[in-house]
């Protein structure tokens, strides 16, 4: 290497240098020290103590992880399809050419802004058997609504409910997708006179693909993942650990029963969940996304 | 044709109006629940403007809140037994005495002193009306309690009154509320200044530099993104532990010093716009990296800056996972920590207070939204288009 480019070097290894050693603290070493406890007993207060395969042969026979798993795949299979198609359901309305279109992508847009703490609240009193403002709702249209938090079939409804109500980010992003697509395209086409759903179909879909695949993805990591709503509204679980999800479980293990070993082979476990998802999505839908630049 | 348009129009509208009224009567309700008074909050059906109850009463009139409903035409008695007025429904008042059954289906009487006659029935309702008095003081309530009095239902007035002093007296049940206030803020700062600094540092490297292997270890910091927070969250906690960090807000800001990958693509990628020619002409005039940085690239990035900055202010406001695992000391709390405490203290009845305490939480993220609308909704649809 010339000097000129030793020098390069060593101002961009500086500049970047605050990104090193984040990674070094903050990733490297954590995803090393994760993996290893994994495969030991560790409760934080003595030394971990290897362990071998035993926290990952615990995690088979643990009825309650299976339990958190399967509350876990029951919200995001709902969560996720119903969000995505939603957004974009709003996202296409607003697109069209409507009257006070800023107030209404306001309106789309802000219950996402809610700190989780505060919207959680809000949920538990809209929910209130007894009190709460749906069953009010539902009593008008004579539906005698059910107690939907000390219910054990109703609780992951109710947050999957709260969590269509918390669209506006992937709404917003749809929108701006939407707002690329060339108006000529659509004019073209209904020259040759095909019908909205047409147009949605073959022009708006594939041209907002990328997008979609986008929310698709955030929206497995995050299903996956939730913590805070649940962990607020359930403590615990909920009635019969109803609404006991996988990152909640792993909390509790980690700072509750200070199964710390085991917390971590739940999280490796989660993470290739994750990856396999998300390989999963990939693959099938790359052949149907559209990259405006190839 | 033009009928077809119609219809399509009536129908995107109704479909508009409708989601619009779904999606903002969950805040509409917590902030009517925030300004009523408790006896307000728990009723089916549900009020939605809080109101407040007024009598005249010689001359005067006095704020009331609703007691019994008394259907049936009755007397207000004297009960020396306990040594209190009562409404007692008028059959079970027999030549001045008031007559009861026992358990076991035995009849006994007392004398008692009649007050006054109540002619009501279910056309014409009368109410048990009792002074409002603000409830904090208790000797004052305990004194309204004993002076009631019935009146007339229709003679009953109803004023709209939002209780704005239930904002107030939120924060002062939930007792360190400044404090939980000025940890949020002392955390939002913090965390805005170093994920700001220390992005644009990173991104400045990954991008106005040419370094052998750059891109390799930019790819590796896109990588990084993947890893889930659960993998890493117990060596972290361990790490600070062992710095004997826990309880304090440090574990909370210091990783904002240190370039998250996130931030860091973001700000590429606005850096990556604007022309080399510009910070080649400043080399060329003697200028130092640092400097290109600090007086060049910085000014020009101020949107993406606002943007990023913004982001991790709400982030900041918002975390509850991280105060939930750093913090164990009610004073150091943050406000979204204060307010899950507040719940699991008090949740259940004083619905009044939780819908306030949510509303003063949640109000300036939904200000400064408004503020700054354009960065905001420009840095969503960046974060989108550009993933």
Not at chain 1, 219 to 242: K, T
Request: with cysteine; charged share 15%; glycine share 6%.
């Amino acid at each position: 290497m010339t000097r000129r480019e030793w020098r390069n070097l060593g101002l961009g290894l500086a500049f970047i240098s605050p990104w090193i050693i984040g990674f070094l603290a903050f990733t490297a070493y954590p995803v090393g020290a994760s993996i290893y406890y994994s495969f030991c007993d560790y409760d934080v207060f003595s030394k971990p103590v290897w362990v071998g395969l035993l926290n990952y042969h615990d995690m088979f026979t643990d009825a309650v992880f299976w339990k958190s798993l399967m509350n876990t795949i029951y919200y995001a299979a709902f969560s996720l399809p119903l969000g995505l198609v939603i957004s974009l359901l709003v996202a296409v309305m607003l697109n069209q050419s409507i009257k006070a279109r800023s107030v209404f992508r306001t309106i789309y847009f802000l219950p996402s802004l809610i700190p989780v703490v505060a919207s959680a609240m809000i949920w538990l009193w809209i929910l209130n058997g007894k009190y709460g403002l749906l069953n009010h709702f539902l009593a008008l249209i004579h539906v005698k609504g059910p107690d939907w938090l000390a219910d054990e079939h109703w609780t992951k409804p109710s947050l999957i409910l709260m969590a269509l109500w918390g669209i506006g980010g992937s709404m917003v992003i749809y929108l701006a997708a939407l707002q690329d697509v060339p108006r000529d395209l659509y004019e073209s086409a209904d020259i040759d006179g095909a019908t909205p759903w047409h147009k949605f179909v073959h022009i708006t879909v594939p041209l907002i693909s990328p997008v979609i695949y986008f929310n698709l993805i955030m929206g497995i990591i995050g299903s996956l993942q939730v913590f805070a709503q649940p962990f607020i509204m359930f403590g615990g679980g909920g009635p019969n650990r109803s609404a006991l999800f996988y990152a909640v479980y792993l909390y509790q293990n980690a700072f509750d029963y200070y199964e710390m070993g085991y917390a971590c082979a739940m999280a490796w476990v989660l993470f290739v969940i994750i990856l396999f998802l998300t390989w999963a999505a990939t693959k099938s839908t790359r052949r149907h996304i559209y990259y405006a630049g190839e | 044709m033009n009928i077809k348009r119609f219809i399509g129009r009536l129908i995107l509208y109704t479909l508009l109006f409708a989601g619009a009224a779904a999606y903002t009567l969950p805040l509409l309700w917590m902030i009517s629940t925030a300004l009523k008074p408790i006896e307000q909050t728990m009723t089916m059906p549900p009020v939605w403007i809080p109101y407040r109850l007024f009598v005249e009463r010689d001359g005067r009139r006095i704020a009331v809140k609703e007691g019994e409903t008394i259907n049936v035409p009755s007397y207000v008695i004297f009960d020396e037994h306990v040594g209190k007025r009562r409404i007692v429904p008028r059959n079970l008042i027999v030549n001045g005495r008031l007559v009861q059954h026992t358990i076991s289906g035995e009849e006994v009487s007392r004398p008692v002193r009649i007050i006054r006659e109540i002619p009501a029935d279910s056309r014409h309702p009368w109410i048990k009306a009792i002074p409002e008095v603000d409830e904090s003081d208790l000797a004052a309530a305990r004194k309204a309690a004993a002076e009631w009095f019935v009146v007339p239902a229709d003679q009953l007035i109803r004023k709209i009154a939002p209780r704005w002093d239930n904002f107030i007296k939120a924060i002062r049940a939930m007792k360190y509320f400044p404090l939980y206030l000025k940890n949020t803020l002392i955390l939002c700062f913090l965390t805005v200044v170093g994920t700001v600094l220390s992005s644009s540092l990173a991104a400045y490297g990954f991008s106005r530099i040419p370094w052998r292997g750059r891109n390799k270890v930019f790819i590796l910091a896109l990588a990084t993104m993947m890893v889930p927070f659960p993998v890493v969250m117990v060596p972290i906690y361990c790490m600070f532990r062992w710095l004997g960090w826990i309880g304090t807000l440090r574990p909370l800001w210091v990783g904002s010093f240190f370039a998250g990958a996130f931030n860091v693509f973001l700000l590429r990628q606005f850096f990556l716009t604007i022309p080399k020619d510009l910070s080649d002409a400043a080399r060329i005039d003697g200028c130092s990296e640092l400097r290109i940085y600090w007086q060049i690239m910085l000014p020009l990035c101020r949107p993406a800056l606002m943007v990023v900055g913004l982001f991790q202010f709400m982030f900041t406001w918002n975390d509850f996972l991280g105060p939930l695992i750093y913090l164990t000391d009610q004073k150091t709390f943050t406000l979204a920590l204060g307010l899950q405490f507040f719940q699991s203290q008090h949740g259940g009845t004083e619905w009044h207070y939780l819908m306030a305490a949510s509303t003063l939480v949640g109000l300036p993220i939904i200000l400064l939204f408004f503020f700054t609308q354009r960065s905001f909704i420009e840095g969503i649809s960046m974060t989108g288009l550009k993933g």
